[in-house]
């Protein structure tokens, strides 16, 4: 590439000829910037000529605190001109045509890798949708085979989507706003404590309470943890249709995993998901706290172990019993074949009636 001047044409639009210079620019490897613009006296003020500048033009300004960085400018003498005729048309006039640096590829310009209000908004709309931003990136290259979009330009439009979406208010605060405005399709309670903090929040789509109550036989409770900013834990709820198929049906972030929180959580559950419908099962992770909830809303229910929970004791199990790395390589070797023996034939007995065909059964 060199770093030849645009040509010297004149447009009809202001919008042709800076579109036209700057697609010069970006093919003949360097970029552009405004550096002002001059106005008539008018009212409104209209304007009379752009100058653009290279954008390794900048001058750098002031020390401050001194210390090792790296800068693109150059003070490259650059500079072509924008400039309105009296037939209201738009000539390009090159103020100096000379650089002082080499040519750059097209991605080391900031301005060349911004996505365009239509990818903007495909973000935007795919982002809303649940999709990953990578998958976004190669969704946008799919259909712009030419665009420098990076990952790092896609998660700033959507941090600038949050941003825009949350204002002045906390993300808890537009969480509860969003879910009354869609009172219709949301069920939720919440709670806080004496300082305004949340300390409680239950929700469930309505479609969710509907599948929930046309498939309550097995219902799996189960807790994860800092999985949010806040590091609360978060209470899932799911049920199993009747064709087999493991569904969310609520969520509910607490303060902590302890017993009264829990009872709360499964009140929640009783009072907005299942009513009066009787459950058959719930099956859980074992932990005592949330048991001893389950026992005071639902004492007759059976309460069950999870078969993945079943799967990763057995594991530990086995482990302990056929320990490595403690004895001989030909040792080791032995009981590493024990394990891999035991673990197959337990997943043969225990999945045979189940109809799956591997330990990912939860």
């Not at 954008?55 to 750098?60: F, L, N, S, T």
């Not at 020390?63 to 960085?69: A, F, Q």
């Not at 907005?272 to 932990?287: A, P, Q, R």
């Not at 069950?304 to 594991?315: Q, T």
């Amino acid at each position: 590439m060199d770093l030849a001047a645009p040509q010297e044409e004149e447009y009809g639009t202001f919008e042709q000829a800076e579109r036209d210079i700057r697609k010069h620019a970006m093919a003949h490897g360097y970029a552009l910037t405004k550096k002002k613009s001059a106005f008539d006296k008018r009212t409104p003020p209209t304007i009379r000529r752009v100058d653009y500048r290279c954008a390794k033009g900048g001058i750098k300004r002031g020390e401050g605190v001194k210390r090792v960085t790296g800068t693109r400018m150059t003070e490259c003498p650059f500079e072509v001109r924008l400039h309105r005729s009296e037939y209201s048309t738009w000539k390009v006039i090159v103020k100096d045509p000379f650089h002082n640096h080499e040519a750059s590829e097209p991605s080391a310009f900031s301005q060349y890798r911004q996505p365009t209000e239509e990818q903007k908004a495909q973000v935007r709309s795919l982002h809303a949708s649940g999709v990953l931003p990578r998958f976004i990136v190669a969704s946008l290259l799919e259909e712009h085979p030419h665009s420098l979009v990076s990952l790092r330009d896609v998660y700033n439009e959507i941090a600038r989507v949050k941003k825009e979406r949350l204002g002045d208010l906390t993300p808890i605060e537009v969480l509860v706003m969003e879910l009354r405005d869609d009172e219709m399709d949301w069920a939720f309670h919440y709670t806080t404590d004496e300082d305004g903090h949340v300390n409680f929040f239950f929700f469930a789509p309505n479609d969710a309470i509907e599948l929930a109550r046309q498939s309550p036989d097995v219902i799996f409770i189960d807790a994860t943890y800092r999985t949010n900013r806040y590091n609360m834990p978060l209470i899932h709820f799911m049920a199993v249709t009747g064709i087999g198929k493991t569904v969310s049906i609520a969520m509910c972030f607490v303060a902590s995993e302890s017993e009264p929180m829990y009872r709360r959580a499964v009140s929640m559950f009783r009072q907005l998901i299942i009513g009066s419908v009787k459950i058959e099962v719930f099956l859980t992770d074992d932990d005592t706290s949330l048991k001893n909830a389950l026992s005071a809303f639902y004492p007759s229910t059976p309460q069950l172990l999870c078969i993945w929970h079943i799967n990763k004791n057995v594991e530990t199990k086995v482990n302990k019993v056929w320990r490595v790395n403690t004895m001989s390589d030909e040792d080791n070797a032995a009981n590493k074949e024990k394990r891999l023996d035991f673990l197959a034939k337990w997943q043969q007995a225990s999945l045979k009636d189940l109809g799956y065909s591997s330990m990912e059964a939860y």
